[in-house]
T-cell receptor, first 112, second 115 residues
Framework: KAGVTQTPRYLIKTRGQQVTLSCSPI?????VSWYQQTPGQGLQFLFE???????NKGNFPGRFSGRQFSNSRSEMNVSTLELGDSALYLC???????????FGPGTRLTVT | GENVEQHPSTLSVQEGDSAVIKCTYS??????FPWYKQELGKGPQLIID?????GEKKDQRIAVTLNKTAKHFSLHITETQPEDSAVYFC??????????????FGKGTKLSVIP
């Protein structure tokens, strides 16, 4: 099976802009979670989607949003970008009947 | 919510020696504890996991132990090789409210295996 894929792999944006990141889960996985990874805060949970519904949300401001499509692909959006949003954004998918979560390679976002 | 502490933050070992990384968690209801390995420029890779009803699990040179009473779990890597050099993360699956669960991660351990 193909693994989790994320596009784009790298992005450079300017403060105030918005950005959309995409994630395609492993075939058959219907749960998709997003994480932000920074050197200072480590891996922090953003949100989880299952069957096009947000099931769970971490402690991030409303500028961070996401959605999931009927084919389980997911997108996350960050509006009004701030310098502190520079991070590696990771997507992870899992089969709903299992606990094992598998990560994609991430999207490296740099905000200047 | 769940809080996971991981130690040490950096670890250097000679090739062939063993490496041990330890984590503690705060929520006694947490029931699943995975370990991930992250190499430079890649996403975290699941290398081993353990559920709360099991005390120990092994997979070749890697083992994980869980002490539910003390709320800590450890990763053991034996006969380390240079390719084991990476950042390792522990995590705990805990209840986050409204019928939902999420993984909370430790801050990571950078393991360097010296040839």
């Amino acid at each position: 099976k193909a693994g989790v894929t994320q596009t784009p792999r790298y992005l450079i944006k300017t403060r105030g802009q918005q950005v959309t990141l995409s994630c395609s889960p492993i075939s058959g996985h219907r749960s998709v979670s997003w994480y932000q990874q920074t050197p200072g805060q480590g891996l922090q949970f953003l949100f989880e989607y299952f069957s096009e519904t947000q099931r769970n949300k971490g402690n991030f401001p409303g500028r961070f949003s996401g959605r999931q499509f009927s084919n389980s692909r997911s997108e996350m959006n960050v509006s009004t970008l701030e310098l502190g949003d520079s991070a590696l954004y990771l997507c992870a998918s899992k089969d709903i009947s299992s606990y094992e979560q598998y990560f994609g390679p991430g999207t490296r976002l740099t905000v200047t | 919510g769940e809080n996971v502490e991981q130690h040490p933050s950096t670890l250097s070992v000679q090739e062939g020696d063993s490496a041990v990384i330890k984590c503690t968690y705060s929520d006694s209801a947490s029931n699943y504890f995975p370990w991930y390995k992250q190499e430079l420029g890649k996403g975290p890779q699941l290398i081993i996991d353990i559920r709360s009803n099991v005390g120990e699990k092994k997979d070749q040179r890697i083992a994980v132990t869980l002490n539910k009473t003390a709320k800590h779990f450890s990763l053991h890597i034996t006969e380390t090789q240079p390719e084991d050099s990476a950042v390792y993360f522990c995590a705990a699956r805990g209840y986050s409210g409204a019928g939902s669960y999420q993984l909370t991660f430790g801050k990571g351990t950078k393991l360097s295996v010296i040839p």
